[in-house]
């Protein structure tokens, strides 16, 4: 008798039990210390099981960021903001309550341990891609951004923002601090004020600017997911 065909749904919701559990466990241990006996064990699934779905560990965890990257790029955009200094403080935000976001972002090993090693080298660790040099250049096109930079140059700015801030918090003792909230302040009011013109630009156009990005860069985030997921549709 032929085995009847698994449920799309069910494998799905498997799938994302499966991702629950490695997240739970990566952050208890790291990377390098959690194995899939491990993530099946804590899933409750067989270690085959876990095979049926991603062929390596490397692709587990791959996929696991992936929908991190996809669920933050989810939320931001959920906030509707319309200029590139909302845009930084929801971004700075949404990393800063995301653990593993955040790991991946500052390469920490002792989260991420070869994985954040392997994305330093490969220069994936910024979870935006190329759509945001696009979106940089457009902004200057309608009158928000400095006109004497490029888009390299801007992105330079804020990605140095952004790094330096979540950077120096780690070397700060706890009593100094910033509270999440107040840093993603900061990392916009400074980074947007550097590279910002100034003047109030096309309020119409830029808006429609920042909803054109997110809604490309959320696009390209579930299209990495899906495929890691190995399905059309997966729910959010």
């Avoid at 992936?66 to 845009?87: F, G, I, K």
């Avoid at 993603?184 to 590279?195: K, R």
């Amino acid at each position: 008798m032929a085995r009847p065909a698994a449920d799309p749904a069910r494998q799905l919701e498997r799938a994302h039990r499966i991702l629950d559990a490695a997240a739970e466990l990566i952050l208890r241990f790291g990377y390098d210390k959690t194995t899939i006996d491990d993530v099946a064990r804590a899933a409750g699934v067989a270690k085959g099981t876990i095979y049926l779905h991603w062929k390596t560990r490397d692709a587990l965890f791959a996929a696991l960021l992936r929908r991190e990257r996809a669920r933050l790029l989810d939320d931001v955009r959920q906030s509707a903001p319309a200029t590139h200094h909302d845009l930084l403080e929801r971004l700075a935000a949404e990393l800063l309550r995301r653990p593993l976001m955040k790991a991946s972002l500052l390469g920490d090993s002792a989260v991420l341990g070869k994985l954040a090693r392997r994305k330093r080298e490969s220069g994936a660790a910024f979870p935006l891609g190329r759509q945001f040099e696009v979106y940089l250049d457009t902004l200057r096109e309608h009158g928000a951004l400095r006109d004497d930079l490029t888009a390299i140059e801007h992105l330079t700015v804020l990605t140095s923002t952004l790094y330096g801030f979540l950077i120096a918090q780690r070397y700060l003792p706890d009593d100094v601090r910033l509270p999440d909230e107040r840093l993603a302040e900061l990392v916009a009011d400074v980074g947007g004020g550097a590279v910002g013109s100034g003047a109030p630009g096309d309020a119409q156009a830029i808006a429609r600017a920042t909803k054109d990005f997110l809604d490309a860069a959320v696009e390209v985030a579930h299209a990495k997911l899906r495929a890691s997921l190995g399905t059309k549709e997966y729910p959010t």
